[in-house]
């Protein structure tokens, strides 16, 4: 057993050494996929990372992992968007300093044909009933990312406990279920920006509804409280959050567009 | 056709271009395995030669496990590593999550069983008078095992490949104990599944041609080792 412990150690020990070897200082930031896949994280990151001299790595993942992440002190900061998750979150004490950074909306997409004909429907909530009622294939998210917990609120709202072999639950990110989407000729609902970056070459699916204000996807950045876990890099943390809400972190991000179209908007100041 | 074609096209203009982003993958990648295959070999090898030339109670038991283990699928030994060197765990003062360390360890753990099987069956099948005539000869039992080592190098060898092989096509525990952050946990396996999950298929089938190519350079250099 002394032998065993002796290697466990061992291998820790050259471990660590590979860790100091690049002694940067480094941000962890846990956040959705959308903001990665979108693009809008590698025009944002550099010029905050020049003017400190860090290195920020991204965790990107669902709101909900990206919450998880934060509360066990696994990173320093989180980016999310999901209000309620994000408020529990604070009530809890795992975040201080919540910041509202830019927002987009969600759309419910689906085949051009539109079997369950949606683009009708006055309200969200009566989309998802007419995809219901008609038994059209729609894939869920079905991973307690942002964009899932916004589906699941308005399967509530329209009084509809989604169950059949017409709802997939996929257990993946943005990307890989609108692709599904697309194999399957089914509806999902997705935020703007990803829908965006894959429109056209990558899909052919279309947006049936949207403009409602139920649709709305604000997100928000949460420095993780240095109370709960003294070893975050907090005020490294908050020099970010000031950049990214700065007028120049805003103006990137009001700029920055795919496909010739805005993917995210911020609020006026 | 056009999909199989374009990635081909765009696995020649990365490789050309050194993209950058690639380059760091590949680095990544080779460096995290070397160092996994390193530490799984010194912990490995010895571990199947005991096995093999041990006499002790339980020892089916103990090779029934050690085969069972090469079964155990990477995204479990992610989550097992995962829990223990969180911040929450019981070594995460350290603060290896999400760090080339971190995939190092987890990688490392992937790699121990089957270095230490191929090892313990290649010792099986060499031939069995090999320690007792040796010893006959004359040898402390330290140079016996060394006299066996070296008959058996080919097939330890082969575990060393077999082993490198494995971690450097997984994708559990460098995505899980990684976290994928670009330019620095970033791998080949890692970057096909983000690639794939953005919905660029031909891209990323491009980087697995390419790590494809990298196998076969180290696997051709490992070759030649063999032969000298």
Known sequence: MKVARFLIFGVFAVALFYQTASAQERLKMSTTTSTQDSGLLKVLLPPFEKKHNVKVDVIAVGTGQALKLGEAGDVDVVFVHARKLEDKFLADGFGVNRRDVMYNDFVIIGPKGDPAGISKAKSAA????????KGSIFISRGDKS????????????????????????AGQGMGPVITMATERQGYTMADRGTFNAFKGKKTDLAVLFDGEKGLF????????????????????????????????????????????????????? | MDFIRESFQTSLTLILALDRDVV???????????????????????????????????????????????????????LVVYGIISRQG???????????????????????????????????????????????????????????????????????????????????????????????????????????????????????????????????????????
């Open chain 2, 90 to 228: 019981p070594l995460g003062g350290f603060g290896l999550l999400f760090t080339p360390s971190a995939m190092i360890v987890g990688q490392t753990v992937l790699a121990i069983p089957i270095v230490a099987n191929y090892t313990l069956s290649s010792i099986k099948g060499a031939d069995q008078r090999i320690l007792p005539t040796a010893l006959t000869l004359g040898a402390s039992p330290l140079q016996s095992v060394f006299q066996l080592i070296r008959e058996v190098r080919f097939g330890i060898m082969a575990a060393v490949i077999a082993g490198f092989g494995r971690v450097i096509s997984e994708v559990g525990v460098a995505m899980m104990l990684g976290g994928n952050i670009q330019g620095y946990t970033r791998t080949m396996t890692t970057a096909i599944a983000l690639e794939t999950s953005k919905g660029e298929f031909a891209f990323g089938l491009a980087l697995g041609g390419i790590l494809m190519t990298v196998a076969l350079m180290v696997n051709l250099i490992l070759n030649f080792m063999q032969q000298r």
């Open chain 1, 126 to 133: 009566q989309a998802l009933k007419s995809i219901a009622a």
């Open chain 1, 146 to 169: 942002g964009t899932h917990t916004k589906e699941k609120e308005l399967w509530q709202t329209a009084g509809i406990d989604p169950k059949g072999s017409w709802y997939i639950e």
């Open chain 1, 217 to 269: 996807n604000p997100y928000g950045i949460i420095a993780v409280n240095p109370k709960k876990h003294p070893h975050v890099k907090y005020d490294l943390a908050m020099q970010f959050i000031d950049f990214v809400t700065s007028p120049e972190g805003l103006r990137i991000i009001s700029g920055y567009k795919v496909n010739g179209e805005p993917v995210f908007f911020t609020y006026r100041k």
């Open chain 2, 24 to 78: 760091s993958a590949v680095w990544t990648s080779v460096s995290v395995a070397v160092w996994s295959i390193i530490l799984a070999s010194l912990i490995g090898i010895p571990l199947g030669l005991t096995i093999a030339i041990g006499n002790f109670p339980l020892k089916r038991w103990v090779i029934t496990s050690l085969n069972t283990l090469m079964a155990m699928p990477t995204v479990v030994i992610g």
